[in-house]
């Protein structure tokens, strides 16, 4: 396995402007979840696919904010006119509905917003 | 509502000493239980975690944590540090129903820094 990863690592953008992410679970890997880190906090559950139906979503996951994963393989995570509060870590993981669920993180896309 | 509360923000221990970092969480059900580390700018990588059984778990790196289901507590141990060891440490419970996403709660985390 090579990893979950993910695209781009920073982003720097100005308020309004749309910013999509993407993340490219483990091979085979079919449940992905989106989590938001904001400096200083643990981690906030955004969204979770299993395969490519999105089957949940957290009330901190606003209009401005959609995700999708097309064919159960990579997920985007779009921001439409982004502000300044959505500054933060977004961080990607993987599992397989299998057995004892186990989550594994790539790298996360760190956005500032201006 | 599950929750996790890591009482300690920061914690600072001198190279070699022992440690203890503290995680309580609050779930109805039996938990699955993890912690986590994260370097600066970086991802989340796991130690160890518990599912069922031994409450006393092994994960890498030579940590160790311990679920006492009394005290709703996963404590995170580890005999002797390294300086390579500072980090944030969080604590996460996730669900333990099969057919359901496993969304994890995260604590705010511990920030540890080793002295040499």
């Known amino acids: 396995d090579t990893g979950v990863s993910q695209d781009p690592r920073h982003k720097i953008t100005k308020r309004g402007q749309n910013v999509t992410f993407r993340c490219d679970p483990i091979?085979?890997?079919?449940?992905l979840y989106w989590y938001r880190q904001t400096l200083g906090q643990g981690p906030e559950f955004l969204t979770y696919?299993?395969?490519?139906?999105?089957?949940?979503k957290s009330r901190l996951l606003s209009d401005r904010f959609s995700a999708e994963r097309p064919k159960g393989s990579f997920s985007t995570l779009e921001i439409q006119r982004t502000e300044q509060g959505d500054s933060a870590m977004y961080l990607c993981?993987?599992?397989?509905?299998?057995?004892?669920?186990?989550?594994?993180f790539g790298p996360g896309t760190r956005l500032l917003v201006l | 509502a599950q929750s996790v509360t890591q009482p300690d923000i920061h914690i600072t221990v001198s190279e070699g000493a022992s440690l203890e970092l503290r995680c309580n969480y609050s779930y109805g059900a039996t938990p699955y239980l993890f912690w986590y580390v994260q370097s600066p700018g970086q991802g989340l990588q796991l130690l160890l975690k518990y599912f069922s059984g031994d409450t006393l778990v092994q994960g890498i790196k030579g940590f160790e944590a311990e679920f006492k289901r009394s005290q709703s507590s996963f404590n995170l141990r580890k005999p002797s540090v390294h300086w390579s060891d500072a980090a944030e440490y969080f604590c996460?419970?996730?669900?333990?129903?099969?057919?359901?996403?496993?969304?994890?709660?995260f604590g705010g985390g511990t920030r540890l820094m080793v002295k040499p």
């Open positions: 696919f299993q395969n490519e139906a999105q089957l949940e």
């Open positions: 996460a419970v996730g669900a333990s129903w099969f057919n359901a996403g496993n969304m994890l709660t």
């Open positions: 091979s085979e890997h079919n449940r």
């Open positions: 993981a993987s599992s397989t509905r299998q057995g004892q669920e186990t989550q594994y």
